[in-house]
Every structure is written in C-alpha cells, then in structure tokens.
C-alpha cells in the first residue's frame, strides 16, 4: 500500500517546523512535496529533531502544519466534516483504512468536547510521548480548519496546547504515561454559506483538480431519485449514508425509495457501488494521486476492498486501469 497517510504527516511537520523558525532535517528536506511512500526513518527524523530544538511543548503545535494544505484533497475530505465529532470520526476511518497500528478511540463526545484515547493495536506497544502530542496537535488544527473556535486541549485536567504546555508539565505527563488520553475542548463555529459550497464542490486551483465531478453519473439511464442520490454521494464519500437518510433527503419514505430504485433494476448499494467507482476512475484518470490515497476518497473501506471491487466492475485493477487509459 502506498503510505500517503505518513507522506502527509511528514509533509505536515515540515510545514510546522518552518512556521516555528526551526530547521528541517536533511532526510525530510530531501523527500520534498511529493506524495510517495516515506520511511519510518524519516518520520523519526523529523520527530526527534524538532524535539531537539523546540523541546515536546513544540509538537502539537507543529500539527498546525496541517493548515497549509487546504486544498490537499485527504485534507478537504476530512474537513467537510459537519461538527468536531464528525470530522474525529473521519480521522479514523482514515486510520482503519491505512490499516494504522496506532488507533484514536473516541470514547465520549457532544457538547464541544469529546474525550480521546491513542492507543496501539499491538499489545505493550503503545505510541510514543511525541507520537501522541503530534496527532493531537493535527486533530486541534483541523478542528479548527473547519471553523470551531477556542479549541484546546486537555491532559488530566492540564492545558497541553499553547502557553499552557511547558516542557516540565509534557515531561512530567510523558514519564507517567498519559501523553494519550485527551479531552478536546471547542465552541461551535459559523461556516458562510461560501465555505458550506466549497466543501461540497470546491473550486479547482491553477495546481489542479482538487474534487471529483457531481455528474459523474447523469448520464446513467437512471430515475431523477437515483440520480440525486449519486450527487449527494460525490459531494462529500467519507459521510455514512443510510437508505432512509436519502429517502428523506428526497422527500420519500424508504420503502418508497427502494421502489423507485427497484423499477429501474437497480438497489441501493448499487446506486452506491456504481457512484464510487466513477469517482475512483476519475481520480485514476484525472490526477496523479497514489492509488491507495484515491480509494479512500472515494469512499472504500480499505485498499483491498478498493482492488477488489474496482477489478469486479471495470475488468482491470486500479494500476492497469491508469496505465492504459490515462492521458499520462
């Protein structure tokens, strides 16, 4: 699997290493923007130098990194996110589709706060001190990204972001252990109806296309419901849908929507099937994104899933399909 995640997350660091005056280390510098696999290596590289000079107070600050890539598309993804507990549930399903070894557990949430736990899967091999302090500072600047206000962050009771994270509190924290068990604090934010559209159909930057199409499928002989249906799905493929959610949004009890789906031979996972993989060929098509990074913009569960399913329908994999068929 292509590790795009970990590519961003270096990218993200660099970014907020510079924002803080601090060098970058040579093994980042020279891996530069581009979205190829990145080694454990490196990542500690960057990690251990920044600690070096800023100390851990530095490392959730460096998540505010994330900022600099809004029209990332991972980033929009994650940040068409309704609330903070919608956008910390994308954050893992990103991690369960990269098969991370290290897991956020959302353990309670509502009410501008959610309590959070970094774990690991493999037993007596928990993240480290900064490996917790560094996700928790991406998580708060996405927070943030997607419009909540006073966002902060608390360990035991202890501020950790800002002013309020001195080295001797983070070491004590980091020695007795408790670096992964957050609450995230937020007051609710007003986005304008101008980043509402955005977020549904952003623009495309002179740096290329940055969102699949919503007429992906227009042009399928199906009823207008079915239709709709796949719109709602292109505008935004990290959000759950339920078939009684789009039969509401339509106006339609459910059992009126499977009708109307099932006059045209169709059902409503396939409606949903067909949707991902239109977005998942444009992407292969359209944009040089690893392949592993467009399954899940597309709205897969995992890369093998992806493969899977994407060999089924169109006949090829996901790499033989852009190596015949991309315009290069």
Do not use: N
Request: proline share 6%.
């Amino acid at each position: 699997m292509d590790d795009f995640a970990s590519a961003a997350m270096v990218r993200v660091l660099t970014h907020g290493m510079a924002a803080l005056g601090l060098e970058i280390p040579d093994a980042a510098a020279a891996s530069g923007d581009t979205p190829a696999r990145i080694g454990l290596d490196v990542k500690r590289a960057v990690v251990e130098s920044a600690i070096r000079q800023g100390g851990l107070a530095c490392l959730p600050r460096l998540g505010r990194g994330v900022l600099t890539f809004a029209d990332d598309p991972t980033h929009r993804a994650l940040t068409a996110a309704r609330d903070g507990i919608d956008l910390l549930e994308r954050w893992c399903r990103l991690e369960r589709y990269v098969h991370s070894e290290h897991r956020l557990e959302l353990r309670a949430g509502g009410d501008g706060r959610a309590d959070l736990r970094h774990v690991s899967l493999q037993p007596g091999h928990a993240p480290s001190a900064a490996e917790d302090l560094v996700v928790l500072g991406v998580l708060a600047a996405l927070l943030e990204a997607i419009g909540l206000q006073a966002v902060r962050a608390t360990i035991d009771g202890h501020e950790v972001l800002g002013d309020g994270a001195t080295q001797a509190l983070l070491g004590r924290l980091a020695q007795a252990g408790r670096t992964g068990d957050w609450t995230l604090h937020w007051r609710p934010g007003r986005r304008g109806s101008e980043a509402t559209a955005s977020a549904v159909a952003p623009p495309r930057p002179s740096g290329g296309p940055v969102a699949a199409p919503l007429d992906l499928c227009s042009t399928l002989p199906w009823p207008d419901a079915a239709l709709r249906c796949a719109r709602d799905a292109l505008s935004d493929p990290l959000r759950p849908r339920t078939l009684a959610e789009a039969a509401a949004a339509l106006g339609l009890s459910a059992r009126g929507l499977q009708r109307t789906l099932a006059d045209a031979g169709l059902t409503w996972s396939a409606v949903q099937a067909q949707t991902r993989v239109r977005a998942a060929s444009w992407w292969l098509l359209e944009t040089p994104l690893p392949i592993a990074e467009i399954g899940f913009l597309s709205g897969y569960s995992d890369q093998p899933h992806f493969t899977r399913e994407f060999g089924r329908r169109i006949g090829l994999p996901p790499g033989r399909y852009r190596v015949h068929f991309s315009r290069g």
